[in-house]
Every structure is written in structure tokens, then in C-alpha cells.
């Protein structure tokens, strides 16, 4: 890996370690609801990159941000965890076989997230009853993913800009 290369990843995690822990203070109006846009990163990074870019990237995020706030290894850092896994293999596919834009995928990986979530919290919490949750945390986040897939296509004309520089 060349230095260009690791100096623009360490980049991507930064900002996406900033965004994540700054968007958690925004309200939403439904508890444990973020707008998503450290995904963005994520969703730059399997179209104009890499899986296995984009994966560390999660993963290291994830980390981080549980260490940062204090949550690590707590039943919202396996929650959050969970989420990003189940996002994350969604967009894969989807960032893979050209179906939808980026606005699709982006959807798909918020609902995704919103399902992982609520099958973690149905695990830690041994009870199904939270999954009358997910209906309403899944259509907010479908708002919050085609503003995340507008500012992913964005960021991928910049990114293209960036890397031939």
C-alpha cells in the first residue's frame, strides 16, 4: 500500500470517527436514531474503491467511537456493531451488481442497519417485542439514507477529483 493510499484512508476514518460521534448529538425525534453519514464514507469507498477499504474502515469506526464515548462492548456498541455489519454486507451487494444508484444502496444499507440493530436488541434483550420498533426507525431511515446517497455521489466526483491529483 502506497502512502497516498494509507494517508486518504486515515483521512476517510478520521472524518468518519468526527461525523459519527458529532451526528450522535443531533436529535432525530426517535431515541437511538442518527442520520447515518458516516456511512457515507463507507458507500465512497465501495464504489470508487475497495470491500476490504471500506470494512476496515467500518470496523476501526466502530471501534473508535465505542472507546470515544465510552460504549464498548456495551449492548449499544453490539447494537451498533451489528447494524454496521448488516448495512455494510447490503451495500456490498448492491454497490456490486449496479441495480440502484447510490441513493438505493444507501436506503437499503439505513434499513439494513435498522434490522441488525433489532436483531441484536432482541438477542441482548431476549424478547421480541422490539421489532414494533423497527417499523418506525426503518422509515426514518429511508429519509436519512437518500441524504446520505445524495452526499455519497457528491463525495464520489470529489473522490475521483482527489485521487487523480
Known amino acids: 500500500m502506497n502512502t497516498r493510499k494509507v494517508v486518504t484512508l486515515s483521512l476517510f476514518l478520521a472524518i468518519s ?33 475497495s470491500i476490504r477499504d471500506a470494512f476496515f474502515i467500518l470496523i476501526a469506526r466502530i471501534f473508535i467511537v465505542g472507546f470515544i464515548r465510552g460504549t464498548f462492548l456495551t449492548p449499544t456498541w453490539y447494537m451498533s456493531l451489528g447494524g454496521g455489519m448488516s448495512a455494510f454486507i447490503m451495500m456490498m451487494i448492491f454497490s456490486r451488481i449496479n441495480i440502484f444508484s447510490s441513493i438505493g444502496t444507501s436506503v437499503i444499507g439505513s434499513v439494513f442497519h435498522c434490522v441488525g440493530q433489532i436483531i441484536i ?28 446517497g445524495f452526499m455519497t455521489i457528491v463525495l464520489r466526483k470529489r473522490y475521483k477529483d482527489f485521487m487523480r491529483c
Do not use: H, Q, R
Not at 21 to 43: D, H, Q, R, T
Not at 126 to 139: E, F, M, Q, R
Open 17 to 49: 470517527v468526527v461525523v459519527s460521534y458529532v451526528e450522535s448529538f443531533i436529535p432525530i425525534g426517535i431515541p437511538g436514531v442518527k442520520l447515518g453519514l458516516a456511512n457515507v464514507i463507507i458507500l465512497v469507498l465501495l464504489y470508487e474503491d
Open 121 to 148: 436488541a432482541m438477542i441482548l434483550l431476549t424478547t421480541v417485542g422490539v421489532i414494533y420498533y423497527l417499523p418506525w426507525i426503518a422509515l426514518l431511515s429511508m429519509l436519512t439514507g437518500i441524504f446520505s
